[in-house]
């Protein structure tokens, strides 16, 4: 018998303003359950607009949003303990060590993942009791990133999860996705590299001035980029310039 699709995100003709202008425009996607999702797009065009919706940070005007089935727009927690955020310029606890906030947190969900897994696997081992204020910037963009992963969640939503990161973590960042990909996680991440965006995504996702110019396989992202022989940010300007009408 053929498994059924079970939709982990899904958003439908969602809107939202500041002042008078729109952030999101009458967007609707949705996010199947294990589905690894790229949301690209230039800067301001509603990304983390679109990711803070999902986590209830933001409230849309118009539209609905379903996670896991639950119309977070009336029911704004039920879906919080099964999803996992890392969100731009987070502030981390700067006096406490890693080890002890990242207890911390532990504490505060029934369900929590392999710790040592995580921390192993983002090379935090050494850093684990030197003050979060003490480490780098990468490195503190690593205990984030382990924080989103503590309560071992169903839906994985980071917003500029590599911004920061050397290559050596750029690479430990990839291996991670993939072990979440491998246990059948719903991961939804924004990025500015559209090479991380078509090898790690099964599914692209373009915003472009609040409104999605392209939702596909990464696949047709790169055959755009072969059909008008440059690279891969070339194929992406093509379809922000086509969604300009140019
Ligand atoms: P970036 O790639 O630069 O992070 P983004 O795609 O994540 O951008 P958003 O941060 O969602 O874009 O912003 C979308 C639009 O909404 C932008 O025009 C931005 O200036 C505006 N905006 C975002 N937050 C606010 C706010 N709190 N008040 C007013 N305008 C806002």
């Known amino acids: 018998m053929q498994k059924q699709t079970e939709e982990i995100i899904k958003v439908d003709s969602v809107s939202k303003k500041y002042d008078e202008k729109y952030a999101l425009k009458k967007v609707s996607v949705s996010v199947n359950r294990g589905e690894t999702v790229a949301l690209i797009g230039p800067n301001g065009a509603g990304k983390t607009t679109f990711i803070e919706s999902i986590l209830n940070l933001k409230v849309p005007e118009e539209g609905s949003i379903h996670v896991f089935d639950i119309d977070i727009l009336k ?3 039920q879906h919080l303990s099964r999803v996992g955020a890392h969100l731009q310029e987070v502030r981390l606890f700067p006096k406490v060590s890693p080890r002890d ?5 532990m504490q505060l969900f029934d369900k929590t993942a392999d ?9 935090l081992t050494e850093f684990m009791d030197k003050k979060i204020g003490e480490l780098s910037g990468g490195m503190r963009q690593r205990v984030s990133l382990a924080l989103a992963m503590i309560n071992d969640p169903e839906l994985v939503l980071l ?8 290559p050596i973590a ?3 960042f990839w291996r991670l996705i993939q072990r979440l990909q491998e246990k059948g996680k719903t991961i939804l991440f924004t990025t500015h590299y559209m090479e991380e965006a078509t090898t790690l995504a099964s599914k692209v996702i373009m915003v472009h001035q609040g409104e999605v110019v392209f939702n596909g396989p990464p696949s047709i992202v790169i055959s755009k980029a072969e059909e008008i022989e440059g690279t891969l940010d070339q194929a992406y300007t093509h379809y922000v310039n086509a969604a300009n009408g140019q």
């Open 159 to 166: 917003d500029e999860p590599t911004v920061g990161l050397d």
């Open 115 to 123: 710790i040592d897994e995580i921390i192993s696997s983002l090379e």
């Open 75 to 77: 029911n704004k927690k």
């Open 101 to 105: 906030f990242l207890n911390f947190f």
């Open 170 to 172: 750029r690479q430990d």
